[in-house]
């Protein structure tokens, strides 16, 4: 007899949580071993309890469900994350599959796709909802392609999430304009911003937009700031 998946769901909705563990209490293959409702219990269970999978949503009250994905993906790489949540924008979707998320699923549909992504991702693939795959794709080519254009030394010793924060702030994006862009805390952007400019070793926001401007990130000319 296979091994049944271990899930642990993180939700802010109580009742939520229970239709998801009723309806996956009607699967053998999987089990539900804990539940979470915010990012910080999400990510001790994560720890605690190590399971298969997690289901995770984005909007929780603490922290983005996606900020916890890269948490749990980093201390469990072998622990496979699907979002499911009411969110159908793009931007939501790559950026859940770039910081770790193996599966998406849109809220609406959990009833029909969910399990059929469970088992899909179980499987070591990746699994997102109705007709969105082709834009999902298409978005992180170009994005990648974009990056790989750029040698500039001082560039490259920024991580991938500097690197997006930069840009963003050399654009004229406040910092909470950004952390809702990226779905990260305030905090995280502060914290970002200085580790940039100590990096590049700028001082001010418009030398790095000169920066920006000189590698071809932006167009200084359109500058919001």
Known sequence: MRKRKTVLIV???PLFREGLKSLLARHSSFEVIG????????LKKAKKLMPD??????????????EVTSKIRSLLPETRVIVLSMHTKIDYITEAFRQG???????ESATEKLMECLEIVSKGEYF???????RVVKSLLESDEKERKITDDGYNTLTPREQQVMRLLAEGHSTKQIAENLFISPKTVENHRSNI???????????????AAR???????????
Request: hydrophobic share 40%; no cysteine.
């Open 11 to 13: 939700d802010d909705h």
């Open 35 to 42: 539940e979470a409702g915010n990012g910080n219990d999400g």
């Open 53 to 66: 999978l997690v289901v995770m949503d984005i909007s929780l009250p603490d922290q983005s469900g996606i």
């Open 101 to 107: 998320a193996t599966g998406y699923v849109v809220k």
């Open 128 to 134: 997102v909802d109705s007709s969105l795959s082709h």
């Open 197 to 211: 400019m100590s990096k590049l070793e700028v001082h001010t926001i418009m030398e790095l937009v000169r920066y």
């Open 215 to 225: 590698l071809g990130l932006i167009d200084v000319d359109l500058w919001k700031g």
